[in-house]
């Protein structure tokens, strides 16, 4: 198996599964709410797409400059989604970068999965268990730049799938062992420094938690039309690219 991180959201490699993350928060998001009990997370680019999309039963949820979007049903915080505030069966999601991500990743991939801390073990078991000889790990950054959260996230699932690694996955890999630990890794990042400048120092704890959820986020319908519909398969595992 050949393992690349894609360091930047601009990098497009070739890969069966693709795997994206935004640690500090959307996948992070994404990962609670269907472990939660949601039934579907629409990962949208623009606030006026979600408000488009508001019906009975859908939740809105996500940020601007980490701030929760006034007339939203909730902002892009994990610790708000979880079992306890299941409040509709289906979530529409968006976020400065990590919905972006999913956006550019959908029409690339095949398969596309949700990565983040939270659910470390169970995606890199999947994506093991895929069969595919190319997996890429793809960084959602920040506005196009490398973002150290995510790196670090993206080096521990590429150390976890033990393929032969890119340069990228070989840097990514070597910058998470630098840390002691997830949350001094993330708590060293920009992404960080925002959250607690916004009062949002919870949430940098909270995706800081290492395989606390088995779900598997995939994208349904990778190349289908329409915003990418993140779900978690009933069979719990990815499919892998046709030969």
Known sequence: MRVHV???PRERPEADVAIAVDVLRATSVVCQALAAGYEE???????????????????????????????????????ELSERNVR?????????????????????YEVVLGGSLLNLGAVAAAARASGADRIAVLCAGIEG???????YCAGRIAASLDGTPSDGAVAAIRVAAAFASP?????????????????????????????????????????????????????????????
């Open 6 to 8: 894609a360091l930047t």
């Open 41 to 79: 997370v629409v990962c949208v680019a623009e606030v006026d797409e979600a408000f488009a999309l508001r019906a009975d039963g859908v939740g809105l949820a996500g940020e601007r400059a980490c701030l929760a979007v006034p007339g939203f049903d909730f902002g892009n915080s994990p610790a």
């Open 88 to 108: 509709f069966s289906r979530l529409v999601l968006t976020t400065t970068n990590g919905t972006r991500l999913l956006h550019a990743a959908a029409p690339s």
């Open 145 to 151: 730049e490398v973002a150290l959260d995510d790196v």
């Open 183 to 243: 949350l001094a890794a993330l708590g060293a990042s920009r992404s960080a420094l925002n959250l607690r400048d916004a009062g949002l120092a919870v949430d940098v704890e909270w995706c800081a938690r290492e395989s606390v959820l088995d779900v598997v986020p995939q994208v349904e319908s990778a190349a289908a039309a329409g915003p990418p519909r993140v779900i978690v398969p009933d069979s719990g595992s990815p499919s892998s690219r046709p030969s």
